[in-house]
C-alpha cells in the first residue's frame, strides 16, 4: 500500500511530526518534510526524508505539495496571541488545503487538530464526536477553524481529522517540567475536587495518523484520540511519581490560584517556553474533566493504543534520562 507513494508531513521537525515521519517511514512511504529556516532539526536527521523550507503562512507551496499522495498537517501553534493562533492553525491550514486542491490530485488530508477544539467534557460522562465542539480556549477555537477549513475543501480532497487529547513521550518539552516535578518529590494538583483525564503516549498518536492516511472508511470522518483509561489528577500524579522511581507528594492549589499564575506568566512574558504555565493552559487544567469515547476510533481505523498511563510514562521517563532531561 505505501510502496511509491509520498506523503507530506507539515511539522515534521516538532514533537508529534517527528514521530509520524518515523512512522511512515517504518511503513515504506517516501516522506516530504516542510520545514521553515529557523527549525531546528534535530529529530531528522540522518533520515531519508526531503526537507522542503517554507513558511505554510507564507504561501508558495506548489514545491511541498508536488507529486505527493498524501499529507499529514501536524503543524501549528500552541501558545500565543489570538490572531497568532488563528494564523498558524487557521489561515495556514486553508492555504495548504487550497495548494493541494491547486494539484488537480486526489490527496489524503490528514488535520492533526486537537481535543482543545471539541471541549471538555462533564464529569459524569465521556465527550462523544457528535456533541457540539465547545472549546475554551483561543488555542481550543483556532484548531476548530482549521478542521472547518480542512473540510470544507472535502469536494476535492479525502479529508480526516483527528482530535488528540493530551499528548506526552520522547521529545516533547511541554509534558517535562511535570516529571521534574515527580523527580523533585512533588506534583502540582490543579484544584481539590476529583478532575479526570484522558492521555495518549505520541507514538499512539502517529500511528493513528499513519492509519488516518491509509484507511478509506476514514475519509471525511473526525475521530478522538486517547487511551481508553479514564485517570484521575491523583492517580496521573502518583503514576508520574513511580516512572521516575520516587514517591512524589501531591500539592493541591486552587483553581483560582493556577489561574491567576496562568494569567501573571502570559502577563510578564514568562509563558513562551515550552512546558510553561500560560493563561490558556491554566484555564484548561482546571476543568473537571477532559475525557472522550474513542469507540470509533479503535474500530473506525482499527487502532489500538498500545501505552497505558503506566507503562508510556514509565516509558517516557527512560526516554528524558538517557537524552539527559531529567
Not at 165 to 190: H, I, K, N
Not at 206 to 221: H, K, S
Not at 259 to 287: F, I
Not at 297 to 313: F, I, K, Q, S
Request: net charge positive; glycine share 10%; proline share 5%.
Amino acid at each position: 500500500m505505501s510502496e511509491g507513494k509520498t506523503v507530506l508531513v507539515t511539522g515534521g521537525s516538532g514533537f508529534v511530526g517527528s514521530h509520524v515521519v518515523d512512522a511512515l517511514l517504518e511503513a515504506g512511504y517516501r516522506v516530504r518534510c516542510t520545514v521553515r529556516t529557523t527549525s531546528n532539526r534535530r529529530w531528522l536527521e540522518g533520515k531519508p526524508v526531503e526537507p522542503v523550507e517554507v513558511d505554510l503562512q507564507d504561501g508558495g507551496l506548489g514545491e511541498a505539495v508536488a507529486g505527493i499522495d498524501a499529507v499529514v498537517h501536524c503543524a501549528g501553534l500552541t501558545r500565543g496571541s489570538r490572531g497568532a493562533l488563528y494564523a498558524a492553525n487557521r489561515d495556514a491550514t486553508a492555504a495548504l488545503a487550497d495548494a493541494c486542491v491547486e494539484t488537480g490530485r486526489r490527496i489524503r488530508f490528514v488535520y492533526c487538530s486537537s481535543q482543545a477544539a471539541a471541549g471538555p467534557s462533564s464529569i459524569w460522562r465521556l465527550r462523544e464526536l457528535e456533541e457540539p465542539p465547545q472549546p475554551v480556549s483561543d488555542y481550543g477555537r483556532s484548531k476548530l477553524a482549521g478542521e472547518v477549513e480542512a473540510l470544507r475543501r472535502a469536494e476535492a480532497l479525502d479529508v480526516v481529522v483527528l482530535r488528540p487529547a493530551a499528548v506526552y513521550g520522547p521529545r516533547d518539552e511541554d509534558t517535562l517540567p511535570y516529571f521534574r516535578m515527580a523527580a523533585r518529590g512533588v506534583v502540582v494538583v490543579p484544584g481539590f475536587f476529583t478532575r479526570l483525564v484522558q492521555i495518549v503516549h505520541v507514538r499512539d498518536v502517529a500511528r493513528a495518523l499513519l492509519l488516518a492516511a491509509e484507511r478509506p472508511e476514514a475519509v471525511g470522518r473526525t475521530y478522538f484520540v486517547a487511551h481508553p483509561e479514564v485517570i484521575t489528577w491523583r492517580q496521573l500524579a502518583a503514576a508520574l511519581g513511580r516512572a521516575v522511581g520516587r514517591r512524589a507528594t501531591k500539592l493541591h492549589l486552587p483553581a483560582w490560584l493556577v489561574q491567576a499564575a496562568g494569567l501573571v506568566a502570559g502577563l510578564v512574558g514568562g509563558a513562551r517556553r515550552p512546558g510553561r504555565l500560560d493563561r490558556r493552559r491554566a484555564w484548561e487544567l482546571t476543568r473537571r474533566a477532559w475525557t472522550c469515547r474513542v469507540t470509533d476510533t479503535v474500530e473506525g481505523l482499527r487502532w489500538m493504543p498500545e501505552y497505558d498511563a503506566e507503562r508510556g510514562l514509565r516509558a517516557t521517563a527512560e526516554w528524558y534520562r538517557e537524552a539527559g532531561w531529567l
